[in-house]
């Protein structure tokens, strides 16, 4: 049995908790409380507000569904937008796309990227040294309010949970902007929480988005310390791209891209199958 335990704060009355082996940071940034400890299960582990971020064993499950999903369902993204994201592994899997020409990723916290990058080293990889990337500090309201129409094929926002810092992420006026910053066959995904536990937060996205995309829906990946079941990404297209393309074609683009045969968690028939939603989930997306 372990000396010291944290447990997550998430909910009140449940959670998970990890055998801690060495805190490695403790830090109150301008914007939330930062922890980074190595557990003795997950490797590094990235704490914020108490809620846990990314663990280095199970990162690849999220990042490679949030990245890969919407550039191949695009099928010929050249600039995408990534907010928050501060650990840097959406920044990677992006930057292995052979056909992207330019990654902007707009994170809010500086001390993330940087106790990411001392700490979490592997996530991120060369990405933030790759010419084709822009890592800018700021907020990504403020960002998508200034980028000129049409400037991006895909936005992934890799956000916190809609509260504290992150609210803005989850409102009208940033969904109006990215709509009018992507491109004509452009598309937006985030992430929408675990709706076993927090339906609210997919359903009020998808009504959100609704007003401002053709096509919205959502799909799903079982990432095992987002305890709570499948975890929804929301996806909301401008164009036809609506992400339930054929496997055939979906690997036929990854060949191209690059992306086939390097993954562990995403693959062409699981990208296909990820738009299959269990009824209690379908349930919250606007008809
Ligand atoms: N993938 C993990 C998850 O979903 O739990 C980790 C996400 S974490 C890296 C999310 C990042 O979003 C944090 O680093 C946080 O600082 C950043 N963030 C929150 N609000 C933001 C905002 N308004 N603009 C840009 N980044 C923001």
């Not at 992934?156 to 990215?178: H, K, M, Q």
């Not at 992306?259 to 990820?274: C, D, K, M, N």
């Amino acid at each position: 049995m372990a000396d010291s335990w944290i447990n997550e704060t998430l909910y009140p009355d449940w959670g998970q908790r990890f055998a801690v082996r060495r805190e490695l940071a403790r830090v109150t940034s301008d914007f939330q409380d930062i922890v980074v400890f190595e557990s003795s299960s997950h490797g590094n582990v990235l704490v914020l507000d108490g809620v846990i971020q990314i663990t280095e064993r199970d990162e690849f499950v999220y990042q490679e569904m949030l990245t890969h999903v919407p550039i191949l369902a695009h099928g010929s993204a050249k600039n995408v937008l990534i907010i928050g994201a501060g650990d840097g592994g959406v920044l990677r899997r992006v930057l292995a796309h052979r056909g992207v020409t330019r990654a902007v990723m707009v994170e809010i916290d500086g001390e993330v990227i940087r106790l990411s990058k001392e700490f979490l080293p592997g996530i991120a990889g060369d990405a933030w040294n790759d010419p084709r990337a822009e890592v800018i500090v700021g907020d990504g309201i403020d960002y998508v309010r200034r980028a000129p129409d049409g400037a991006f094929d895909v936005i992934i926002v890799d956000s916190t949970d809609p509260i504290g810092v992150g609210e803005v992420l989850f409102t009208d006026e940033f969904y109006a902007n990215c709509a009018r910053v992507l491109s004509a066959e452009g598309l937006i995904v985030n992430q929408c929480g675990v709706p076993f536990m927090q339906a609210d937060e997919l359903r009020e996205t998808s009504l959100r988005r609704r007003q401002f995309f053709p096509h919205v829906s959502a799909y799903v990946a079982a990432v095992p310390t987002y305890v709570g079941g499948f975890m929804t990404l929301g996806y909301a297209s401008k164009g036809d791209a609506i992400g339930t393309q054929d496997a055939a074609t979906i690997a036929e683009r990854a060949e191209r891209d690059g992306i086939l045969g390097t993954t562990r968690y995403w693959s062409p028939e699981v990208h296909v199958a990820s738009f299959a939603l269990p009824p209690y989930i379908a349930r919250e997306l606007p008809k």
